[in-house]
């Protein structure tokens, strides 16, 4: 079956920023753009073998690549792991659009593996990232706080306090058979992606039951857009940024190859490493206190 024109084939494979309905974040702002390439490069890669999931992978590896020459602090290693990095997350947006178009076009449902894969990616790929831009800033100033800080956001994006606090329910939910058909288990179970259990709509829709997820208050609240910028997409874009104001000071100083220019790397370590710690904190706490109301 030949491959539609790319025009037609944006209405087949849809995904986010494609709704013109949608609700306006961070996110989806940004996807509207990227999908404008995403789009281009997904007909280019229907015409060849590779399956969502293939892509998926090579997607993966070309951030882990990318991220990895972040641990340079020279000009073109430099330049290649962030460009790597940026091609890397479009990819990520084609991986989708291949998936949806080929289980339309052979009659059939998308598959979770898909999905499993893309977010082992969205962890992967910036932990890597921050650990090498921590390191090679590092290397140039000798600052140790600047590897504590890495290591507290690397921490946090593996999500440790989050994978604690589920395999706490799992082990209620196995040891405790009476809470299976409770609220406060449901509450506590939708509660461990964020929001309020006592904003839960139980009784609704899917979007119904959702509604409470945004949270309030500073312990339940939702900082989509915050967590956006420092997680995905937005943490490529705010490196890229800060290797570029690196480079182009270095090279201003005629430095060239070498970047030994490191203060917007080391800002932005410094941001990560104290924003994931107010996270992972508030997260052991959304922990404990769900823990308390069982």
Request: proline share 3%.
């Amino acid at each position: 079956m030949a491959v539609p024109p790319v025009s037609e084939l944006e209405q087949i494979c849809g995904g986010e920023g494609r709704d013109p309905s949608a609700k306006r974040d961070l996110r989806i702002a940004y996807a509207v753009l990227v999908r404008k390439l995403s789009i281009r490069l997904t007909w280019l890669l229907l015409h060849t073998r590779m399956s969502a999931n293939q892509v998926t992978v090579g997607a993966v590896l070309l951030g882990c690549a990318g991220a990895s020459m972040l641990a340079w602090s020279d000009f073109w290693p430099l330049l290649i792991g962030i460009a790597l990095m940026q091609l890397s997350f479009v990819l990520d947006y084609s991986d989708g659009e291949i998936a949806r178009y080929q289980a339309l076009r052979e009659g059939r449902e998308t598959n979770a593996g898909g999905a499993y894969l893309d977010w082992i990616g969205h962890y992967y790929v910036p932990v890597i990232a921050i650990a090498a831009l921590a390191y090679g800033a590092f290397h140039e100033t000798g600052h140790e706080w600047l590897l504590l800080a890495a290591l507290i956001a690397i921490f946090n994006v593996v999500r440790i306090a989050y994978s604690a606090r589920d395999h706490v329910l799992l082990g209620l939910y196995r040891d405790r058979p009476e809470l299976r058909g409770s609220d406060e288990f449901l509450r506590a179970v939708l509660a461990r992606q964020g929001g309020d259990p006592e904003g839960q709509h139980l009784e609704g829709n899917y979007e119904q039951r959702r509604a409470g997820a945004g949270g309030r208050g500073l312990m339940w609240k939702r900082y989509t857009n915050l967590g956006q910028l420092l997680v995905f997409p937005g943490f490529v874009n705010l490196l890229t940024l800060a290797v570029l104001i690196d480079v182009i000071a270095s090279c201003a100083d005629g430095q060239y190859p070498l970047v030994a220019e490191t203060t917007a790397r080391s800002v932005l370590i410094a941001l990560l490493g104290i924003v994931h710690l107010v996270h992972q904190i508030r997260a052991a706490a959304q922990g404990f206190e769900v823990l308390r109301r069982l």
